[in-house]
Nanobody, 112 residues
Framework: EVQLQASGGGSVQSGGSLTLACAASGFNFYEFEIGWFRQAPGKVLEGVSCISSYGDNTRYLDSVKGRFTISRDNANNIVYLQMNTLKPEDTAVYYC?????WGQGTQVTVSS
């Protein structure tokens, strides 16, 4: 059974930082690209970032480039999203996603 457990969300002030983590199990983690999506109330779902199976390729939503960094630890089946210089518009529930499987989400709230 595929399981994705996201953690690390919280409430910070504008300019602050958070690191999200997603622990995966139930599949060969190292074989798959994995991504982070976010959903803010009343807004469309956005793909924030993704990372290739061995971590050599990454992509980012334009609005987070230079502020967010995705990484992965294939030995421990974890993917991270380091978020710096957070803005109120980053407020959303963040999900880690692999293929059609979604984690439960973690809330990030950035106050101005």
């Amino acid at each position: 059974e595929v399981q994705l457990q996201a953690s690390g969300g919280g409430s910070v002030q504008s300019g602050g930082s958070l690191t999200l983590a997603c622990a995966a199990s139930g599949f060969n983690f190292y074989e798959f690209e994995i991504g982070w999506f976010r959903q803010a109330p009343g807004k469309v779902l956005e793909g924030v970032s993704c990372i290739s199976s061995y971590g050599d390729n990454t992509r980012y939503l334009d609005s987070v480039k230079g502020r967010f960094t995705i990484s992965r630890d294939n030995a421990n089946n974890i993917v991270y999203l380091q978020m710096n210089t957070l803005k109120p518009e980053d407020t959303a529930v963040y999900y880690c996603v692999i293929l059609d499987f979604w984690g439960q989400g973690t809330q990030v709230t950035v106050s101005s």
